[in-house]
């Protein structure tokens, strides 16, 4: 509700011509003008606006509705009022022809004041429609709250899959990185002699290797970290999803990069710093 009141069960009982406009509804139907304590003509019968609804964001259908095209537009009176004034029989004219149409109640909403008793609610709720619908067949009991933990269960499978895969390409990058800092103390193993012998300690030649992973993990997290941003940024300009970048998810990706260059850097730099001077002296 926006202003004023819904629809009660003394409006129900005593058959009242009150209505309960939407947000499009009343804007439409009213213009600027207060719509509230205004009358309308339904019909032949002239009905008093108690409530007016909220608007329901982009037009989709009222929550748990079936077939709405705009629930802004949409226009509520009590049951016994619809069925008294407009009765139970529909006529539709078509091509020449004309057809009656039994109105029947299609749909009902309940609400709860809390979320811990919707189960226990709809549990009785099927069950009181199954003692006029034996078939089951013929009603379908959709429960909002269910859906959402549904689709909550899906999301977190998704950060399962999603965070497994990432896990992989770390790996995979940290091995990666760790067989070209052992390709390079390869190709430098006469370099790690010659400081050695010139009286660089086995600290430093592990910090000198440190150094180069460190700095090479970063340029690949910055690359990252540049396409990480850019492509929702991308995204959301070529269509209406709308992307969200937070600053902490961009500095937990770079520390984690950095982060993997040093653990699978250790290796390679303790390699380096092991090495015998002579022997890194004799290598060709």
């Known amino acids: 509700m926006s202003r004023g009141r819904f629809i009660t069960w003394v409006d129900h009982r005593n058959t009242w011509n009150v209505v309960v406009l939407g947000a499009g509804a009343a804007e439409r139907l009213f213009s600027y003008a207060d719509p509230l304590g205004q009358t309308l003509l339904l019909g032949e019968d002239v009905y008093r606006v108690v409530g007016i609804l909220g608007s329901q964001g ?25 069925q008294l004034r407009f009765g139970e029989l529909q ?3 078509s091509s020449g022809s004309r057809s009656f149409e039994q109105t029947e109640l299609q749909e009902i909403t309940l609400k709860v004041a809390d979320a811990n008793v919707v189960s226990q609610t709809a549990a009785m709720a099927r069950q009181i429609l199954l003692r006029t619908h034996p078939k089951e067949d013929d009603f379908r009991l959709t429960i909002p709250l269910e859906l959402l933990q549904r689709a909550e269960e899906e999301k977190r499978i998704w950060n399962l899959v999603l965070g497994s895969i990432a896990g992989i390409s770390l790996l995979v990058g940290g ?7 052992l390709a390079n103390v390869t190709e430098r193993t006469r370099e790690i002699g010659i400081r050695r012998a010139l009286g660089a300690n086995r600290w430093d030649i592990t910090v000198q290797f440190l150094i180069e992973t460190v700095l090479l993990s970063s340029v690949g997290g910055t690359l990252g970290v540049v396409l990480g941003v850019a492509i929702p940024i991308v995204v959301s300009h070529l269509s209406d999803i709308q992307t969200v970048i937070s600053w902490w998810s961009i500095c937990m990706a770079f520390g984690i990069s ?17 090495m015998d001077p002579i022997e890194a002296l004799r290598h060709e």
């Open 175 to 181: 091995i990666g990185i760790m067989n070209i800092m």
């Open 58 to 82: 982009s037009g989709n259908a009222t929550p748990g509705a079936v077939g709405q095209a705009d629930s802004n537009d949409e226009i509520y009176i009590p049951l016994s009022c619809a």
């Open 258 to 274: 950095v982060g993997i260059g040093i653990v699978f850097g250790i290796y390679p730099a303790r390699r380096a710093a092991l």
């Open 91 to 93: 006529v539709v004219q």
